[in-house]
């Protein structure tokens, strides 16, 4: 989950969206990719969260998905983990807040085709 946008950030906030046990705020920082002066206010609003490029388009069946996702258009979506799988939920936008609405269809990404359900969890994958 994304840092607050206001108020008190303490550096256990940030080891804790970093998944890092340093207490340095230059390691933090660093791992969060900013560069100096460090400054706790950098992470207003951070997020660890993992861009992925998915079709634009969701498709009936997953086989017709690898087919023709392959070569669609792309959007982005976001999650908390570093890799799309099973259980997985995908976000519209970088603070995981706003769940992408896969309407129970087949999307495409990286030779996999995701169904995606309506709360935007992963319920199945099939390798194209």
Request: glycine fraction near 10%.
């Amino acid at each position: 989950m994304a840092l607050q946008s206001a108020g008190a950030i303490s550096i256990n906030d940030i080891k804790t969206e970093l998944g890092s046990a340093s207490g340095s705020l230059r390691t933090l920082s660093s791992l969060a990719g900013f560069s100096t002066p460090d400054s706790m206010s950098e992470f207003y609003g951070f997020s660890m969260a993992t861009e992925f490029q998915i079709s634009d388009v969701g498709y009936a069946d997953a086989e017709q998905c690898c087919v023709d996702g392959a070569s669609a258009g792309t959007q982005v979506v976001y999650a908390a983990e570093s890799a799309l799988a099973l259980n997985v939920t995908v976000y519209t936008n970088n603070t995981l807040e706003a769940a992408f609405d896969g309407v129970d269809k087949w999307w495409y990404s990286g030779g996999y085709s995701y169904l995606i359900n309506s709360t935007g969890k992963i319920t199945d994958v099939f390798t194209c």
